[in-house]
């Protein structure tokens, strides 16, 4: 296959601001946000093309605030763990990789802008969710040059799809279209103009020497939520998670990614979300090896989750308003759950009981003690996660806020378009409406009954045990 690069007009590339080129610029700044990686990554490869045409070198400027919503240990460990890549993928690249770690929210402002103000042009990560947008719109306008984003999220660009997708079957045939077309690998290209001294407004972090703990421990960001030690953060991890997934577990992944007892998933989510990996590669990867192995039902229905079911929660968060609130919601769910706000609970539960795994519930403990340790949940016991909050809130609203709350805070997949998406879903979005039920009106129902007859929790329970003591609990 030939490596795509950039067409003129190419639909990947958003200009911010009306900024030119600044005559002079020492280099081209690539501002690292959502794209935590320093290979297979649109948005550097264009930075690095911008800076050969120029003739100055490409800078690759990465940090992590500590003012970021749901600032804690896990978030900021995992982040530097991606740096810590970047900035040994980059030196054999020939690229000069700098890493700002502020401690506190004040040391943090106006770092980039000094940045920005000596670049011939900004380059930056297109992405719909979380801080990025306002980061870059805020971005822009300080820059004082031209400041441009790469969409390389989905894997085929978010801008082919302008309007919000209402499901996933009014998606998937407009994708499908172009997949083949986008699904190719990238240019990757050399820089031409070596690295040169720079005088940084920051004392930059040497993250091949430093004790990532101890910087973390030094940071003002909450610290009552750990690392987790099985999920390291970094390309180099995202890529042996792939490698272990095609050879070992793709062919059986249709039977086995909602079996909760079963490691049938790829458990990339957490690269995806950071960046550390390309859904591109992912997808490449898994393609390749369902043709090799005539695997292709499984190959086809991680694809489906991969491209089409991602793809569609980042077309939500980058077409509708408020994508992370519950105002999202279509409007017929909002009103056959309102019509049920006040059927009688089974029991009310508080926020503070449900961040403790201290509901009515075994299983839906068990998913909250996976997601305190682990950072993720199973995919089958997420739904069900998701589902039953609603029957142990008065207000629906008030469910929603708390499994967003939960989630951001310790998924280490949170903080995204597919996140929300999926407790959005479990309150009717992206779904049709179903048999009316008490409380859940005609928004599908989920129980734990329903659940452990179609499925072996028994060993999920078990391993609930081990979790609950990991997080002393």
């Known amino acids: 296959m030939t490596p795509r690069g950039f ?12 900024a030119p080129v600044r005559a002079g610029g020492e280099y081209v700044l690539y501002f690292c946000q959502a794209y935590r990686r320093a290979t297979d990554n649109a948005a550097l490869s264009y930075a690095i093309v911008r800076a050969n045409e120029l003739g100055v070198p490409c800078v690759f400027y990465e940090s992590i605030r500590p003012d970021h919503p749901h600032a804690n240990d896990r978030l900021h ?14 030196a054999k690249r020939g690229l000069r990789h700098v890493f700002f770690l502020p401690r506190t929210g004040d040391e943090a402002r106006g770092v980039l802008a000094k940045m920005a103000a000596r670049a011939a042009m900004v380059v930056s990560d297109e992405h719909p969710g979380y801080i990025h947008p306002a980061q870059n719109a805020a ?22 799809f302008a309007k919000a997708e209402s499901a996933a079957r009014t998606l998937r045939p407009k994708l499908l279209r172009v997949r083949d077309e986008w699904l190719v690998p990238i240019d990757e290209p050399a820089p031409r103009v070596e690295p040169r001294r720079l005088d940084l407004p920051f004392e ?5 020497r430093v004790d990532l703990a101890a910087l973390v421990a030094s940071c003002a960001i909450d610290h009552d939520v750990p690392p987790v030690a099985e999920a390291p953060g970094g390309s180099r991890e995202a890529s042996k998670r792939l490698t272990r997934f095609v050879r070992d577990r793709l062919s059986a992944y249709v039977a086995d990614r909602n079996e909760p007892s079963r490691d049938g998933t790829s458990r990339l989510s957490p690269y995806l979300h950071w960046g550390a990996i390309s859904a591109r590669q992912v997808a490449l990867a898994v393609r390749d090896e369902a043709t090799d192995r005539g695997a292709t039902e499984s190959g086809d229905a991680l694809l489906e989750q991969l491209l089409v079911r991602r793809g569609l929660a980042f077309n939500f968060a980058a077409r509708t308003p408020d994508y992370a609130s519950y105002d999202a919601l279509p409007p017929w769910a909002r009103a056959t759950l309102a019509a049920h706000a006040k059927d009688p609970r089974p029991s009310l539960v508080s926020r503070e009981d449900l961040d403790a795994a201290r509901s009515p519930d075994d299983l839906w403990n068990a998913a909250q003690l996976e997601l305190r340790a682990r950072g993720t949940i199973q995919g089958y016991a997420r739904m069900l996660w998701g589902k039953l909050v609603l029957t142990w809130a008065q207000e629906p609203r008030d469910a929603h806020a708390t499994l967003v709350h939960l989630n951001d805070r310790y998924a280490l997949d949170g903080r995204d378009p597919d996140g929300w998406a999926n407790i959005s879903w479990c309150f009717g979005l992206h779904d049709r409406p179903w048999p009316e039920r008490a409380i859940f009106g005609t928004v599908r129902c989920m129980t734990t009954r329903s659940a452990r007859s179609k499925l072996d929790f028994d060993g999920y329970l078990d391993q609930a045990r081990a979790w609950r003591a990991s997080v002393g609990l």
Request: charged share 30%; with cysteine.
């Open 7 to 18: 067409a003129p007009d190419d639909v990947r590339v958003r200009r911010w601001n009306g």
């Open 77 to 90: 460990t995992f982040a530097l763990e991606c740096a810590r890549d970047d900035a040994a993928d980059c």
């Open 139 to 160: 971005a822009a306008k300080r820059a004082g040059c031209a400041y441009l984003t790469i969409d390389d999220a989905c894997g085929v660009p978010m801008a082919l």
């Open 204 to 208: 930059p972090v040497d993250l091949a």
